[in-house]
């Protein structure tokens, strides 16, 4: 977790001296939400630069941190058995401020899943359970005089969850996506 926390500080400073206007958490959820959903591998750049920089290209410096993170979230997730997917939150101690981060993330993932499964809200059985709780989740909202360690308990346990809703919507969609292309001979 020590290598997100140093990503989210790094990435966080990239994107504001690019203009960039978004969180790294929600780059990180819509990155996420991409890979899961099985937008083309030719295409997710186009609409990270849509939804983030107003269809204008990164600098490539920045672009290739971005790629870095994109194959980065693509191998964890492919890789089940190790169960290594982390989400990119806030490296800030607050635990307002991370739940805000992860609201993002969420609410970001959301919008990366939908643009290429449209479907998605009409999930049913325990899928659609799952994403119905993402849809809660995203919506996260604490009062400032919650009892910040009851907070901490509750967030470190959503985390887990999104963590692991995110690798089974991976593993759905993308052998669904597998089965469903026709075999060429």
């Known amino acids: 977790m020590k290598k997100q926390t140093i990503l989210y500080t790094e990435l966080k400073k990239k994107l504001n001296d690019a203009g ?3 969180s790294p958490s929600e780059l990180h959820g819509f990155l996420a939400g991409t890979i899961c959903s099985g937008v ?7 609409l990270v630069y849509q939804l983030t920089n107003d269809y204008q290209a990164y600098p490539t410096s920045l ?3 971005v790629e870095q993170m994109y194959q980065h979230i693509k191998q964890t997730l492919s890789d089940a058995n190790n169960f290594d997917f982390e989400l990119c939150l806030s ?6 401020s991370r739940a805000d981060s992860l609201a993002e993330w969420v609410n970001n993932f959301l919008l ?30 604490y009062d ?5 360690q009851e907070l901490e308990t509750s967030l470190e346990a959503l985390i887990e969850y999104v963590r692991t809703v995110t690798t089974v919507l991976y593993t759905f969609y993308r052998s669904n996506q597998m089965t469903s292309k026709p075999v060429l001979h």
């Open 40 to 46: 083309n591998e030719n295409n997710w750049r186009q």
């Open 20 to 22: 960039v206007f978004a």
């Open 91 to 96: 490296d800030e101690d607050d635990v307002f």
């Open 63 to 65: 672009l290739k941190d």
């Open 144 to 148: 400032e005089d919650d009892d910040p």
């Open 112 to 141: 990366g899943l939908a643009l290429n499964r449209p479907d998605w809200e009409h999930e049913h059985g325990e899928l659609g359970e799952a994403v119905s709780d993402l849809q809660a989740i995203a919506q996260l909202g």
